[in-house]
């Protein structure tokens, strides 16, 4: 079954692709976008969905997002149109990693995305060469919160813990203004959320060639996370700023 078909269907009901609830977003966006009148980039923007709802909120912002899926850009597209803000819209169909613009922004976002970049860090010294002076990064990854497994290393790839990851990026010549790390509830009901939307989907199509597959998936998905990281793993979410502009 094709990886971004199953992101698409276990993020049905989730579609902030992080373990963020509703309220989180918005605050992050708030604590990122000061005036409402910013240009905001999404670097790795999938549907568009933290754009699309920064630019419903704020009628005098414009944005512009990155991503190699044309049919989440599609989605977004469809979306923005039918919130009335496709007009301040830009999206470009292309890796994040080799995008360039003629100016900058003030508000560069990256969710999701670290791994088109290398790491948290490469995802940062990329956001630097989009950022207006004054300007804020808005960026989201994983910690461990305990020591994890060999499996659960594998799994998900070699995190820091959450002091050594705030230092990181202090080091690299960022401030934090903002930041959130995100509760056991948003973390579980990310997880209940994706992998019971794709099981849900299996068992809606008994006679789809991938439904047995993507039942077998969350299942498998989910017994990771149960078993493997759920007590080790945790998020965090930035709002940066460089510390000498």
Not at 25 to 33: A, E, K, T
Not at 141 to 155: A, K, L, T, V
Not at 186 to 199: N, P, R, S
Not at 208 to 219: F, K, Q, W
């Amino acid at each position: 079954m094709d990886r971004e078909e199953i992101s698409r269907i276990a993020h049905t009901h989730h579609p902030i692709k992080s373990p963020l609830n509703d309220d989180s977003v918005r605050q992050l966006l708030d604590h990122g976008i000061s005036r409402g009148d910013e240009r905001v980039l999404d670097l790795g923007c999938g549907g568009g969905e933290w754009l699309l709802r920064a630019l419903s909120s704020r009628p005098d912002l414009r944005a512009e997002g990155v991503d190699i899926s044309e049919v989440a850009l599609a989605d977004a597209r469809t979306r923005a149109t039918g919130l009335g803000v496709r007009d301040r819209l830009v999206l470009h169909h292309q890796p994040a990693a080799e995008f360039v613009s003629p100016h900058a922004f003030d508000l560069v976002l990256s969710f999701g995305a670290a791994h088109a970049f290398g790491g948290l860090l490469p995802t940062l010294a990329a956001a630097r060469e989009y950022l207006a002076p004054g300007g804020r990064v808005l960026v989201g990854d994983g910690f461990w919160d305990r020591e994890p497994s060999q499996e659960s290393i594998e799994m998900l790839g070699d995190f820091a813990d959450l002091a050594t990851t705030v230092d990181r990026v202090m080091a690299d010549g960022w401030t934090p203004v903002h930041g959130h790390v995100s509760t056991r509830q948003e973390l579980d009901d990310y997880e209940w959320a994706c992998w019971g939307t794709l099981a849900d989907w299996a068992l809606d199509h008994p006679a789809h060639p991938d439904g047995p597959e993507a039942l077998a998936l969350s299942a498998t998905r989910r017994t990771e996370w149960l078993r493997g990281y759920r007590d080790t793993w945790g998020f965090v979410s930035l709002v940066l700023r460089r510390t000498f502009d």
